[in-house]
């Protein structure tokens, strides 16, 4: 069955950085567009950042250009997010996205 598993998130300063990380299982990885969406308490689950089959093609959402990196790797199966200068209001529950499926979530909280 199709498994995202989503890993990395925690407690960090504003200003600092996390890396969260998605391994992917029961799908062929390197045919389909990985994402990371997050849902932050009393709001809409939003998509972040999108990333292409070859890695090549990127998206990503205004409030986190030049601070957020979304890379793949394809003989592994794993998606990542880099997430630098990170700010209260990137708190949130991060999902991975891909295949018509979900992750079950890594909660990320920043705040001093």
């Known amino acids: 069955q199709v498994q995202l598993a989503e890993s990395g998130g925690g407690l960090v300063q504003p200003g600092g950085s996390l890396r969260l990380s998605c391994a992917a299982s029961g799908f062929t990885f390197n045919y389909y567009a990985m994402s990371w969406y997050r849902q932050a308490p009393g709001k809409e689950r939003e998509l972040v950042a999108t990333?292409?089959?070859?890695?090549?093609?990127?998206y990503y959402i205004g409030s986190v250009k030049g601070r957020f990196t979304i890379s793949r790797d394809n003989a592994k199966n794993t998606v990542d997010l880099q997430m630098n200068s990170l700010k209260p209001e990137d708190t949130a529950v991060y999902y991975c996205?891909?295949?018509?499926?979900w992750g079950q979530g890594t909660q990320v909280t920043v705040s001093s």
């Open positions: 990333i292409g089959i070859a890695g090549s093609s990127t």
């Open positions: 996205h891909g295949f018509g499926s």
